[in-house]
């Protein structure tokens, strides 16, 4: 194989498809002279966010929360504590995206709610992925075909198989930051962004003996 000669193609693959997640970031806050009082706004806020993902059912794929904090504030100059404040941030995974429009509504109308997404992706490991990878191996031994048959020569063996990254199917935001108010209605227009999957592979195999006339 060593004095057979060789050829290595780069090949390419590129789609857009639908997202298969949407990201929701919510984040409930309180604030009082009391401490106690910031810690029951929260358990009762976050309380009320619990129940309304329930309601949402499956089309609820994951919650996360993400931090829990509660700090003083302090008067300039001073130690003196003249308040303290609150936050709970969780992160929402949304597969069924028809009812998304009406879920980030009602999230809005919680209580001291800041809602930010939705951020679109793909679920880790995506078929999409795989898909765009076989397509750029095909399209790289369609290469080296072209390649050999120029030299009257055809592909014997293959040598190797090199990934050079995929990219792509991250999340892409878009921006619908809001915060809690505003009257009912049905719910945001929601249209999903496709999402760019990309691979790129260099592909090296063996030809016959090229038949090269002069």
Known sequence: MADQPTIA????????VPPEQAIISVTLSARDRERETVVSRLLERSAALHALLAEAGDAIERRETGGVRVFPELKRGSERVVAYTGNVDTTVTVADFEPLGQLLLRLAAL????????????RPGSRAGSDVRREAITDALSRARE???????R??????????????????????????GGPESAGFEIDPQPQTVQASVTVRVTITEPELTP
């Open 155 to 180: 592909i014997d063996k293959l040598v190797e198989i090199a990934d050079e990254g995929a990219g792509g199917g991250g999340p892409m935001f878009r921006n619908l930051s809001i915060d809690a």
């Open 111 to 122: 209580e001291h709610a800041a809602v930010a997404g939705p951020w679109w992706q793909l």
């Open 9 to 16: 193609v780069r090949g390419e693959a590129f789609r857009e």
């Open 147 to 153: 390649y050999a048959a120029a030299v009257g020569a």
